[in-house]
């Protein structure tokens, strides 16, 4: 069976702290792997990571996948409040046009 | 700069009610998903939709149902409500085209069952 692992699952820090966030896999025919923010409502997208060890980068966040290991970390550096959400990964399935998603690290930063 | 619409926004059912909820993108979209969040759970896929005309069942599709008669509009269908189905529901939509594109949800529809 499909599975997509976050961890941890809940986390606060406070702020200009840095976080890692994980995600590990086991998607048959892999063929991405993406990030979402999810505040209050819809989740918003981050990254997508199609090749191992190309690091994507956006102002503080940042994330670099592992195909050998089935893994992708997402790192936040000098965390703000506005950091604060539910930070989702999802998997596509090649063969099935499905994205499998992972329960989500809740992050609260603290001021 | 609509992207995905939902409504209703919230709703209460009564059990062994149906309803339909709307979705709808102006982006000219190939693909459109059909999600639903349960609390401290992840994203599940209900069905999904490749382009008009064609729908498929994803992880979760018992006790839904989907159409596609236009490019713009996904409505998702409950038949028999029951409380199982008290979730929130995201509607996403992606380009397709043969090659990965992120999705853009809605706001979600919250569904209650009593």
């Known amino acids: 069976e499909d599975k997509v692992v976050q961890s941890p699952l809940s986390l606060v820090v406070h702020e200009g702290d840095t976080v890692t966030l994980n995600c590990s896999y086991e998607?048959?025919?892999?063929?991405?792997l993406l990030w979402y923010k999810q505040e209050k409502k819809a989740p918003t997208f981050l990254f997508m990571l199609?090749?191992?060890?190309i690091e994507k980068k956006s102002g503080r966040l940042s994330s670099i996948l592992d195909k050998k290991e089935l893994f992708s970390i997402l790192n936040i550096t000098a965390t703000q409040t506005g950091d604060s959400a539910v930070y989702l990964c999802?998997?596509?399935?090649?063969?099935?046009?499905?994205?499998?998603f992972g329960t989500g690290t809740s992050l609260t930063v603290i001021p | 700069n609509a992207g995905v619409t939902q409504t209703p926004k919230f709703r209460i059912l009564k059990i062994g009610q149906s309803m339909t909820l709307q979705c709808t993108q102006d982006?000219?979209?190939?693909?459109m998903y059909w999600y639903r969040q349960d609390p401290g759970m992840g994203l599940k896929l209900i069905y999904y939709?490749?382009?008009?005309?064609?729908?498929d069942k994803g992880e979760v599709p018992n006790g839904y149902n989907v159409s596609r008669s236009t490019t713009e509009d996904f409505p998702l269908r409950l038949e028999l409500a029951a409380p199982s189905q008290t979730s929130v529901y995201f509607c996403?939509?992606?380009?397709?085209?043969?090659?990965?594109?992120?999705?853009?949800f809605g706001d979600g529809t919250r569904l209650s069952i009593l």
């Open positions: 199609t090749s191992s060890g």
């Open positions: 996403a939509s992606s380009k397709g085209q043969g090659r990965t594109q992120p999705q853009h």
């Open positions: 982006m000219n979209h190939n693909y």
């Open positions: 939709s490749v382009g008009a005309g064609i729908t």
């Open positions: 999802a998997v596509e399935d090649l063969a099935g046009n499905q994205f499998y």
């Open positions: 998607v048959t025919n892999f063929r991405s």
